[in-house]
C-alpha cells in the first residue's frame, strides 16, 4: 500500500500489543526506520518482514527488543552509490544480537544484485547458526566461502534458497555437502530475468549437488522439482534421479515465514 504512512500505521499497531506477525512490504512512506520505531507497540512479535529504503536516514537511537523473533525478512531497494545495504545489514543483525532473539528463517533480497562479503556472513552466523533452519538469499551474490561457512556452521539447516552458480557447480556441491542437515535446496536465479536468458540447471549438475550432498531430498529449479532415489544402497552412479513435480507457485507470499 504506496498510501500508507506512518501515521495511519502506529495508530493501528497501539491496538495490538499482543500482534505476533507484521509485515509491511514496498509501502513506499514507511521505511525500516520507521517500522522500528513502531515495533515498540508490538513486543511480542514473531515474525517481521520490512522493506528498507536506502537513505541517509540514521536508525533510530532506541528501539525496543524483540526477544520473540523468530523469523525475519529485510526486502532492500538499492538507490545509493556506493550502496549503503551492507553497513545497514549489518547493524540489523546486531540488533538482533541485543534482542537476544533465536531466528529459524532469515530472507534477505535485494534489488540490485550485490556480492555478500564473507565478513557479514560470519556476522550472521556468529549470533544465529545454532537455530537456523532457514535461509534464503535473494538476488545477493555469495563466495563458495561464504556457502561453506553457511553449511559447516548452521547444523539445523534445512532448506536453503540461493542462486546456484553452474559455472562453478563442482565448487558449489562441496561447498554444501559441509551440512548434514539440509534437505531441500531451492535455485533463485535472478529475481529480474526469466530463467530463459539463463542456461537451466541440468540434470548433470542436479546430479552432481545431490551426489555431494547426501541429506539433500529436493532440488528446486528451473519450475521443477528434482530428488533422488536412494534407497536399496543406490549411490554414485547407482542414483535414481527423477523429477517430482512441477514447482507450483506457492500461495504464501515469498516474505512470510516458511
Not at 525500516?32 to 515498540?40: D, G, K, P
Not at 556441491?173 to 551440512?179: E, F, G, M, V
Request: aromatic residues 6%; contains cysteine; neutral net charge.
Amino acid at each position: 500500500m504506496h498510501e500508507l504512512n506512518e501515521l495511519v500505521l502506529g495508530s493501528a499497531l497501539s491496538e495490538l500489543p499482543q500482534l505476533t506477525s507484521l509485515h509491511v512490504i514496498e509501502c513506499s512512506k514507511v521505511d525500516h526506520t520507521a517500522i522500528l520505531r513502531l515495533i515498540s507497540h508490538t513486543p511480542f512479535l514473531e515474525s517481521l518482514s520490512f522493506t528498507s529504503w536506502e537513505s541517509p536516514r540514521v536508525l533510530p537511537t532506541s528501539i525496543s527488543a524483540l526477544h520473540y523473533l523468530r523469523h525475519l525478512t529485510v526486502d532492500t531497494h538499492c538507490t545509493l552509490t556506493p550502496s549503503a545495504t551492507p553497513s545497514l545489514w549489518t547493524s540489523i543483525i546486531a540488533l538482533t544480537r541485543s534482542w537476544s532473539c533465536s531466528l529459524k528463517s532469515l530472507t534477505l533480497r535485494l534489488s540490485d544484485k550485490l556480492l555478500l562479503g564473507d565478513a557479514f556472513i560470519k556476522d550472521v552466523l556468529d549470533v544465529h547458526h545454532a537455530t537456523l533452519t532457514h535461509l534464503a538469499l535473494l538476488n545477493c551474490g555469495l563466495s563458495l566461502e561464504g556457502i561453506r561457512l553457511i553449511c559447516s556452521r548452521c547444523t539445523s539447516l534445512q532448506r536453503f534458497a540461493v542462486s546456484v552458480p553452474t559455472k562453478e557447480i563442482h565448487g558449489f556441491s562441496q561447498a554444501l555437502a559441509r551440512s548434514r542437515s539440509l534437505h531441500t535446496l531451492t535455485d533463485v536465479g535472478d529475481i529480474h530475468h526469466s530463467h530463459a536468458q539463463r542456461a537451466p540447471i541440468s540434470k548433470l549438475d542436479v546430479r552432481t549437488i545431490m551426489e555431494h550432498v547426501q541429506s539433500l531430498e529436493k532440488v528446486i529449479a528451473d519450475g521443477r522439482v528434482w530428488a533422488a532415489d536412494r534407497t536399496d544402497g543406490f549411490m554414485g552412479e547407482g542414483m535414481r534421479l527423477y523429477v517430482q513435480k512441477r514447482a507450483s507457485s506457492s500461495p504464501v507470499h515469498w516474505f512470510m515465514p516458511p
